[in-house]
């Protein structure tokens, strides 16, 4: 480790030129992620259609987001688009939706297949909008089906791909996207989903041009266009900011507050019930290097405010489960934690290398996970206000984290508090790793004495790291590598080919995207085989004795 940096830079050539690398020089893939609970075994493939054309050297990689649509009720259905006539006049008879459903198989509710040709003139999406093309349901390889939900429910995926979003049914194995949203040249960076949505608007996109959508999921699910329905429009032109979007979140909450992170360190909060407005002027920035939080002259209007975060692109951003904290990552490799409502900076500290370019919170808001260009994996302590621990497993850049919200964890005597948490990691070396978190077992080093040799654990003082918790607004540098306790993953696999970009949690599995558009399923271990796997350890540990 006291070559890390020159290790950093090695991973960095290595991770800029991995996509090279051929099938064939990696060792073969496992169908299934061995742990102490059981087995998850790889149900099926999700990824763009195989006529589609990308380049492998994008401006942006790929990102996942999991929608989870709920049952819609009477006052809520969207009303058809107007400007579609196929989708208007579209009329599914009970006959066409039962052979349909015997056709699919179990997936989200009755459905009707329809097929839609290629992308017809470039059309506008929303009034005076002239800088996307067709958008909708396309096919690059003449007619693919577009199946359209008419029911409202169900679990998707939604990731993009070049200049394309993909819409997948999360529960059906078929390996094509049900739905694509075309943005000619203005690639989609990242996106977001609001499952408590009250109007129907609950899927945010992004793009590389500074550019914001907000759309209803079920809307363009149930429309059979080749164009987006009923998207609102937010920095149309780059009014606002006209740098790259780097990160899009909803407010938990919020009642349709959303925050954009841009590239140039400045993060907005627009309010999708509200309209763009032609007056965006904001006092200039005086310090590049100081938080500052600047507001729009009519609360009537969008964007509500301007956070000034950092100098240089804000990598990634994450709400506490609550909503009442912010944390951001950037290229300057600052984690930073924000009181979101009382807009104030809480604490913050840097990477031990690089740039962080991924952040998660646990469920229950007292940890806070980093990753980035030190292939380290950051613990942050929100109580303690400094990193409490370090993740070291990687062999390239982490580019994605994740708590395990649906793990099964221990509980401390009657209590009902989290002693151990499980979370995963990602990176750029193909690996997907599993943690488990147990702060009671973490050993805090101790200060050393004389100067030199390495740490000691059972004699001596507390380092002086441990001292105290830093005052609020404050930023830590990055700490010495003696302090900081280190742990190690509970599983390293490599479940992917390419570079991984992300992953995601859910009740019934856990999701893998590599940066090339591929998205793998694994489901979790059922409960026979998490009985077994326990039975096989204790009787191993028996036959010990």
């Not at 090279?20 to 059981?38: V, Y």
């Not at 989708?87 to 179990?106: E, H, I, N, Q």
């Not at 089906?145 to 059906?172: A, E, H, Q």
Request: with cysteine; glycine share 10%; charged share 15%.
């Amino acid at each position: 480790m006291n070559n890390h940096n020159n290790n950093n830079n090695n991973n960095g050539m290595m991770s800029s030129s991995s996509s090279s690398i051929t099938n064939s020089q990696l060792p073969g893939l496992k169908a299934h992620i061995k742990t102490p609970e059981g087995r998850y075994k790889f149900q099926y493939e999700k990824t763009h259609p195989s006529g589609f054309l990308h380049y492998t050297n994008s401006k942006v990689i790929t990102k996942l987001t999991v929608a989870h649509l709920k049952e819609r009720t009477a006052q809520s259905q969207p009303t058809p688009s107007s400007s579609s006539s196929s989708s208007s006049s579209y009329s599914a008879s009970s006959s066409v939706r039962l052979v349909a459903s015997k056709l699919l198989g179990a997936g989200n509710g009755s459905r009707t297949l329809s097929f839609v040709g290629l992308n017809g003139p470039s059309k506008a999406v929303a009034a005076g909008t002239n800088r996307i093309g067709s958008m909708g349901g396309i096919s690059p390889s003449n007619n693919f089906p577009i199946i359209s939900n008419f029911d409202g429910k169900g679990s998707y995926l939604i990731f993009n791909v070049g200049d394309t979003i993909f819409i997948s049914d999360l529960n059906t194995p078929d390996k094509d996207p049900i739905k694509s949203l075309h943005f000619s040249s203005l690639n989609p960076v990242c996106h977001a989903f609001d499952p408590e949505s009250k109007d129907g608007h609950d899927l945010l996109i992004g793009l590389y041009s500074g550019d914001v959508y907000s759309l209803s999921l079920r809307q363009q699910l149930q429309d059979v266009g080749k164009r987006l329905v009923g998207a609102q429009h937010h920095n149309k032109d780059g009014l606002v900011n006209n740098s790259r979007c780097t990160s899009i979140a909803w407010v938990p909450g919020g009642d349709g507050t959303f925050v954009v992170a841009h590239a140039d360190g400045n993060l907005y909060i627009y309010d999708k019930n509200k309209e763009g407005s032609a007056d965006t002027a904001l006092p200039v920035i005086k310090d590049q290097t100081q938080f500052s939080v600047a507001h729009t002259r009519s609360s009537r209007t969008n964007p509500v405010a301007r956070w000034h975060i950092c100098q240089g692109p804000i990598s990634h951003i994450a709400f506490s489960n609550d909503g009442s904290h912010l944390a951001t990552v950037g290229r300057d490799g600052y984690l930073r934690v924000f009181d979101y409502s009382k807009e104030q900076l809480i604490c913050g500290g840097k990477s031990y290398y690089g740039a962080l370019l991924c952040c998660a919170w646990s469920m229950d808001g007292k940890y806070i996970l980093a990753g980035g260009e030190d292939d380290l994996v950051h613990v942050w302590s929100m109580d303690e206000h400094k990193v409490v621990a370090w993740g070291e497993g990687h062999g390239s850049w982490v580019s994605g984290v994740a708590f395990d919200s649906y793990w099964s964890t221990p509980t401390s005597d009657g209590s009902g508090e989290s002693i151990m948490y499980r979370f995963g990691s990602v990176g750029q070396d193909t690996q997907l790793l599993l943690w488990d978190l147990v702060m009671d077992e973490i050993v805090v080093p101790l200060r050393r004495y004389p100067t030199g040799g390495s740490p000691t654990y059972s004699t001596g003082s507390q380092s002086s790291y441990w001292d105290s918790i830093s005052p609020v607004g404050t930023l830590q540098p990055s700490p010495s590598i003696r302090n900081v306790p280190k742990i190690s993953p509970l599983v390293v696999q490599r479940v992917h080919t390419d570079p991984l970009s992300g992953l995601v949690f859910t009740k019934e599995s856990i999701l893998t995207v590599c940066r090339e558009g591929h998205v793998k399923v694994w489901t979790r271990p059922v409960p026979s085989e998490s009985n077994s796997s326990n039975s096989e350890t204790a009787l191993n540990t028996s036959s010990k004795e």
